[in-house]
């Protein structure tokens, strides 16, 4: 079982910024399977929580990326920005995938390269 | 309602373990106030999840905050990574504390610097 969490790259964020968008992905997407999913969440929970962090070239990129994973019906999220530092208020910053079963994640998220 | 996420500068972990270690901790810290303090952990999930994240020069350093935020009762998390990159097997790198009120958490961490 794994996570998948995809930060957009061309928005050239400091490693503060990606670290807090990628938090927050993680939660909204961990506390929707709690919710859709028990059981998955339960097996990842006990597994470790593992997770990864890819990096996307841009928006059209991240969302297509959330579409193929949906289709899947796999749980997914997308971020926004509050936007107090460093980029425009509002400006999606990530997304998540999951937890589900690696396999599934990664056929999703394979091509897709470690931040 | 803020979460404070402390990460250790003296490791230089990449961005992208940056970004993992942090989302752990998050979790981590957050599961547990779902457990421990509900209403605190409701009222910051309807708030929008605020976090913070706070860099921390070394181990010692990081211990003696999540100790001081122990002696207030606030709920804290300490994260060792699985070790498969970068860093050695099982180093301390990050920790977290609350979801709490912002001002229990700036009276602990207020001196430390933004990632």
Redesign the interface.
């Known amino acids: 079982m794994k996570q998948a ?1 995809l ?1 957009r790259k061309d928005l050239k964020m ?3 910024k ?3 968008q ?7 997407a ?2 929707k399977t709690l919710k859709k999913k028990k059981k998955k969440f339960n097996s990842w ?1 006990a597994g ?6 890819l990096k996307v070239d841009n928006l059209k990129e991240l969302k297509r990326y959330l579409s193929k994973a949906k289709r899947e019906r796999l749980v997914t999220t997308i971020i926004s920005d ?1 936007g107090l530092t460093q980029i425009k208020r509002g400006s999606v910053t990530a997304g998540a995938i999951g937890p589900d079963d690696d396999q599934k994640i990664d056929m999703i998220t394979g091509k897709l390269k ?2």
Chains 1, 2 share one sequence.
């Open positions: 969490i930060i400091g490693k503060g990606i670290a807090t990628c938090a927050h992905a993680s939660l909204n961990a506390f929970k470790g929580m593992k997770k990864v962090v509050a470690l931040l």
